[in-house]
C-alpha cells in the first residue's frame, strides 16, 4: 500500500506552507511521511507547490497546478503511484494529530478486504482515506478545485469501510495562527 501525503499548499490563512511549519521539531511534511511510514505504508510520495524542499523517505511530486486546490494534488499523486501499488493511502500534512495507529487501523481494513476506507471520528469521515486501485480512476476525476476524495465517499458510500479512530488519533487540522498555538499546546508548547 502506497501512503501519499498530500503538502502541496501555500497556507495562506497561516501565512507560510503548512509544510515547512515546525511542531515539536519536526516539520509537518516530515511528520507526515513519518506517520505513514509507521503505520505500514511503502512507497511513501509527498506532493509539494507552494514550498521547494526535500523530503527524506518519500518520492517528492511537484503540482504545478497547486494554486487550483487539493484536487489537482490528489491527482498529481495518483499519477505517481508505482504500478505495483494496489493501493493507497492519502492523508494530509496539515493534520499531526493523525498517528501511525490510525493509519495501521486502514492498512488492517484493507488486509481485511477493504477496497475503501475513511478515518472517523465521533462517526464523522475524516481523513486518511484509503483507496484499492480500482477506485482510483473515479476519484481522479471527482477530485477538483479544492475536495480530494471527499465526493467519491458520498457518492460510494456504500462501498467505503469507516474505521473509528477517535480512540487514536485526531483530525485537528492547522489553517490558522491560533490553529498552530492549540496544537502546539497540546503538544506540550514546544
Known amino acids: 500500500m502506497a501512503g501519499l501525503l498530500l503538502a502541496a499548499g501555500s497556507g495562506s490563512r497561516l501565512g507560510r506552507p503548512k509544510a515547512l511549519v515546525e511542531l515539536a521539531g519536526e516539520r509537518l511534511v516530515d511528520r507526515g511521511v513519518r506517520t505513514l511510514s509507521e503505520g505500514g505504508c511503502a512507497p511513501l510520495l509527498v506532493v509539494l507547490g507552494a514550498a ?21 494534488s490528489v491527482r498529481a499523486g495518483i499519477d505517481a503511484v508505482p504500478g505495483t501499488a494496489d493501493a493507497l493511502l492519502i492523508a494530509l500534512a496539515d493534520q499531526p494529530l493523525v498517528t501511525p495507529e490510525a493509519v ?27 483507496l484499492g486501485r480500482e477506485h482510483w480512476s473515479t476519484v481522479y476525476s471527482m477530485a477538483q478545485r479544492d475536495v480530494g476524495a471527499r465526493p467519491f465517499l458520498r457518492a460510494y458510500s456504500h462501498l467505503v469501510t469507516t474505521v473509528s479512530c477517535d480512540d487514536v488519533a485526531s483530525p485537528e487540522d492547522i489553517d490558522t495562527q491560533e ?12
Do not use: C, I, K
Not at 495501521?104 to 484509503?130: D, I, K, S
Open 52 to 72: 521547494d524542499t526535500s523530503v527524506t523517505g518519500a518520492l517528492t511530486v511537484r503540482n504545478p497546478d497547486w494554486e487550483t486546490g487539493m484536487g489537482s
Open 104 to 130: 495501521r487501523r486502514l492498512v488492517e481494513a484493507y488486509e481485511q478486504g477493504a477496497r475503501a476506507a475513511v478515518a472517523t471520528y465521533h462517526g464523522n469521515p475524516r481523513n486518511p482515506v484509503l
Open 179 to 190: 490553529d498552530l498555538a492549540r496544537v502546539t499546546e497540546m503538544f506540550g508548547g514546544v
